[in-house]
């Protein structure tokens, strides 16, 4: 039998080992400017040398109260993530302004690496997520001040139901570079496709559907 000090050990390594893959780590430093132009390849960047850091790494003139032009769905997602700002490297934390036209939508979309909170500040969103097995829609209908909360991860979505005028939001997203899958796109309009046969069996339509819908144009909206 092993001794009570092995023991005790083991399960200390267990609770530590628990805790470091329960969250991402703290920051070590005050800050760890991205280095665009280092070789190194880590998760994220590597960091800047502190003596070439100034204010301007963490700085942009991003113009987030300006209305952007929308596409055809509608939308116009403006992210401001570490490629933007060196500065946010390992600060888990970016931003993005929304605009969306009369009946514009933010279709629906993941975020692989960020839990979201959206901000309306102008208009009436319909907004909504869906879990994962079972598959439940919780949504809302959100006014000027509005909060609501993505799940990291979930496919989620909004829409602006007015006819007549434009709506904006703010949202502040949990990761440096949280990443968009917006799911039309990514099903039929990766480069190379998905097999037609697959996802007419997916979808459980002719193959013909399939092949239409990978023929369009799939526009993305997050700049």
Not at 5 to 28: N, R
């Amino acid at each position: 039998m092993a001794p009570p000090s092995i023991c005790l050990l083991a399960a200390l390594l267990v609770l530590v080992s628990w805790q470091a893959i329960a969250s991402d780590p703290s920051p070590l430093q005050d800050f760890c400017v991205a280095d665009m132009h280092s070789p190194v390849l880590v998760n994220g960047f590597a960091c800047l040398d502190p003596k070439y850091v100034n204010a301007d790494h963490f700085f942009k003139a991003a113009m987030l109260d300006t209305p952007r032009k929308t596409n055809k769905v509608g939308s116009n997602v403006t992210l401001i993530n570490v490629m933007q700002i060196p500065g946010l490297n390992t600060l888990g934390i970016s931003i993005a302004r929304i605009d969306y036209a009369p009946l514009g939508e933010n279709p629906p979309h993941t975020h692989p690496r960020a839990t979201e909170i959206l901000t309306v500040l102008e208009g009436t969103l319909y907004v909504g997520f869906v879990t994962s097995n079972p598959n439940t829609l919780f949504s809302k209908v959100l006014n000027k001040g509005d909060v609501f909360v993505f799940p990291e991860g979930l496919i989620h979505f909004q829409f602006n139901p007015n006819p007549h005028q434009p709506a904006v939001a703010i949202a502040a997203l949990s990761s440096q570079n949280p990443g968009a899958i917006t799911i039309a796109n990514a099903v039929f309009g990766s480069k190379s496709p998905i097999s037609d046969i697959v996802l007419a069996k997916a979808f459980q339509v002719e193959k013909g559907t399939i092949d239409w819908l990978q023929a369009q144009f799939w526009e993305n909206n997050h700049y």
